[in-house]
């Protein structure tokens, strides 16, 4: 007996009033659909199915990386029509577990209750009390307090509108019934859809008695149908990230003000201050500091680093005990070892910095090495492409630049050179030579400024 998970996700979602589909809508960094698609991995599913309607071909490029079948449902003809569209393709003998792709914060402990409880029972329906029902379908109960069916807010009496138990559309039922019951489903109601929620009627004709589970929490099964619901999700995912750092040892000068969009992993006695957001996957070791305002996204900063306010670091490795900042700019496939210094409105793309190296102000090196302690001077620049090609800066050991020199790549500094400020330099350099490029300076006496006639 397997599981096959069907995500339904072919609803344009018109109240987002967006060109993009509403399952493409980011919250935390990845799609509502892959939030779906991450938690139903956790299941064990013998396949997982996503029906895809609107905006198809932008959800199929977006999440081409998801491991899914893709069933497409042309038209939205109802959420009974969408799970139609797949169930030839799920073996009779499989539970099939119903997922919206728009509710991305279910659990998989809820899950695996519902999964449990509906293969005992033959059919397993989550419902959940709300204070603030509308909208959603209801769940009507006889006198004996067994649900009986469904009733779509659409299609309710003012009565059955004051019942606060409702469907959260989640479900797990078995294929074979499944298939039999969607086979008779008609769609002559308010909204002229093929509702799924009329599968429950035909499963208490057919004797099984439907005991619903619910979820922990309300959040787990609100759905975004407008960028309101979208922020306020964000806000609630983030509070909740920024408490499970706090717990394991960082300090966050505003828990309202860090936003983690990926996967975060911290050592101890990190300290954040506000408005730091990270992205991707970064780990911050420990006593990592944290300047207000940085961006940093898939790098791995180790122990001691600080990073002053303002930076934005990509793809990169920040080595033991260095400083960054502020406003510095780390671009992808930088290394700093150990002890680095990064000033500010320095910008590194692409290099290696051995340790002890110092690039303190206004600088741009790329596409290069830079040797143990080497010392770069204010205003230093790698011209590392030439229009077409981009070429190598290898500057060896214990090499001093002094400020405001270029270096016209591909070009090679022996170690210990000295580099005197405001040379460019067009050819390697042997270690320990000094070499300047600049003009020797001259004197016109007593200059008289031009004045206005
Ligand atoms: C549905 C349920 C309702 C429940 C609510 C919970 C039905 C008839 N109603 O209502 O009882 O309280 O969800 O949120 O099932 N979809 C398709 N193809 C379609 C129609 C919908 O894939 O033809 C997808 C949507 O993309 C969405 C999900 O199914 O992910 C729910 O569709 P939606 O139109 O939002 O259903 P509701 O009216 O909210
Ligand atoms: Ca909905």
Redesign the pocket.
Known sequence: MGLSIVI????QGTRMKSELP?VLHKLAGRTLLQHVHDTAEHLQARDIYV?Y?YGGEQVRETCADLFVNWIE?EQ????G??VQQVIDDIPDTDDVLIL????PLITAATLQRLIESGRESGFGLLTVEMENPA???RIIRDGSGGIVR?V?QKDATAEELDIRE????IMLVRADLLKRWLASLDNNNAQG?F???DIIEQAVNDGIGIIPEHPESLVEVS?INSRLQLADMERYYQLVQAHQVMRQGVTLADPARFDVRGSLQTGQDVEIDINVILEGEVTLGNRVRVGANTIIRDSNIMDGVTILPNCVIEESVIGAGSRVGPFARIRPDTALESNVHVGNFVEIKKSLVARGAKINHLSYIGDSEVGINVNIGAGTITCNYDGANKHKTIIGDNVFVGSDCQFIAPVKIGAEATIAAGTTVTEDVEPRDLVLSRVRQFAVKGWRRPEKG
């Open positions: 339904l996700a072919a609803g509403k029906v309607g449902q939205q003809l109802g959420t029509h969408a919206y792709g728009d509710v909208g959603y379908g469904i779509e409702v469907n959260t559309g859809e509702y799924l929620t759905g």
